[in-house]
Each structure stands twice: as structure tokens, then as C-alpha cells.
């Protein structure tokens, strides 16, 4: 079955600074990869998505990118500020949330 | 994006006692999930609840133990049965909504229990 890593576990940033959180995924069947961002108390909050015949997506400060062939994608947040700070899940599934697997999350501190 | 209601939004229960989850979204959906989240962890699939018939459960986890209702296609619950302490957890509501030609998963808010 699918399996997802995802590095680091922890990250600290300096406000300003850009953040960036990396996945593998194993099952090349997967074709949709979200990432969720969880605030302390709340639930996940799929915060972008890519799908695989994309290779790049960017929503304002938050851009996903996909190598399908090296089966691995990423988080880049920009500009990160105190806000940003929460946990991170990438994901991955092949008929998009029929069977998603999550990462083990990337908590992530962003310092005034 | 669709809007999902859980309730309780916490709980602290005996030991042997059940605890009944109710999960509610805004609009119709496809696909409901519970999924449990130990602190500090990630997520873990508990089953899919099937609108009309019994619940599919991922390995580690039967019907015996979280039984779970979906009467409907915007409601479901998730009862949490004979407690013990290693069932303290988050409990978490998810709904897929089509987007395209792929689902979009959104979450509830969490039912964070403690057993004591």
C-alpha cells in the first residue's frame, strides 16, 4: 500500500523567512497530493492541493511542487509569519480522498 | 469547501462507559471518514462510513468496538465503546465534496476525549 514520509518533523523559522516541508510518497498510482495545516485545538484544514498532471501550484505565499518521477512533493511557504506557525500534513491519494494516506506532519515555528 | 460540525467538541469519560461522536456537514456528501489522532501524531483512518450500509474499517480496527451510523449523506456518527485509557484521542470527522474530477477531504474540528 501507499506510504508518505515526511521531513522535517520539526522546523523553526525566523519571521520572514521561507519555510519548506518535504514528502515521498511510495504507490505511483497516487494522483492527488493535499497539504493540511492544523492549528493547535482544530482540525485539519487542507490549506492546497496538486494534482498529478500538474507540476507546480502557488496560492499567494503558499506554493506546491510535484516530481512525479522521483515520487516526492513540497511545501514552500514564503514571507512566513508568527500566523504560519501550526502543523503540516502533506497527503497523498489515487482517486482523491478514496484511500488518502497522511505524512507523520511537520510542526512548524515561525519566530517574531 | 464544506463545513463540518462535530459534537461533543470534548469529553472526559469513566472507564466502560460509550461515548457517541455526532458528525454533521453543511451540504451533501459523498464520502464520510473517522479518523483518530494521537497526540502529537498524524492522522489514522478508523473506517468509511457508507451512507445506506455498514461501515468499511481499516485494519486494527472492528465494528464491535466503533460502531458508526451514516443514516444519511450529510450526517454520521462514530460511538466509541467500553473505553479504556488508551482511547484517549482526538476524534476526527472528514468529508469528501467533488472538485473537478478529484475529491477535496475536509475535517471537522475534532471531539477530543479522555478516558479516565
Known amino acids: 500500500g501507499e506510504n508518505v514520509e515526511q521531513h522535517p518533523s520539526t522546523l523553526s523559522v525566523q519571521e520572514g523567512d521561507s519555510a519548506v516541508i518535504k514528502c515521498t510518497y511510495s504507490d505511483s498510482a497516487s494522483n492527488y497530493f493535499p497539504w493540511y495545516k492544523q492549528e493547535l485545538g482544530k482540525g485539519p484544514q487542507l490549506i492546497i492541493d496538486i494534482r498529478s498532471n500538474v507540476g507546480e501550484k502557488k496560492d499567494q505565499r503558499i506554493a506546491v511542487t510535484l516530481n512525479k518521477t522521483a515520487k516526492h512533493f513540497s511545501l514552500h511557504i514564503t514571507e512566513t509569519q508568527p500566523e504560519d506557525s501550526a502543523v503540516y500534513f502533506c497527503a497523498a491519494s489515487d482517486t482523491g480522498g478514496f484511500k488518502t494516506i497522511f505524512g507523520a506532519g511537520t510542526r512548524l515555528f515561525v519566530k517574531a | 469547501s464544506a463545513v463540518i460540525s462535530q459534537k461533543p467538541s470534548r469529553d472526559i469519560c469513566q472507564r466502560g462507559t460509550s461515548l457517541t461522536i455526532q458528525c454533521q456537514v453543511d451540504?451533501?456528501?459523498?464520502?464520510m471518514f473517522w479518523y483518530r489522532q494521537q497526540p502529537g501524531q498524524s492522522l489514522t483512518l478508523i473506517a468509511t462510513?457508507?451512507?445506506?450500509?455498514?461501515?468499511?474499517?481499516e485494519s486494527g480496527f472492528v465494528i464491535d468496538k466503533f460502531p458508526i451510523s451514516r443514516p444519511n449523506l450529510t450526517f454520521s456518527t462514530l460511538t466509541v465503546s467500553n473505553m479504556s485509557p488508551e482511547d484517549s484521542s482526538i476524534y476526527l470527522c472528514?468529508?469528501?465534496?467533488?472538485?473537478?474530477?478529484?475529491?477535496?477531504?475536509?475535517f471537522g474540528p475534532g471531539t477530543r476525549l479522555t478516558v479516565l
Open positions: 462510513a457508507n451512507q445506506g450500509s455498514e461501515a468499511t474499517y
Open positions: 451540504s451533501q456528501v459523498t464520502m
Open positions: 472528514s468529508a469528501d465534496r467533488l472538485a473537478g474530477t478529484y475529491n477535496e477531504q475536509f
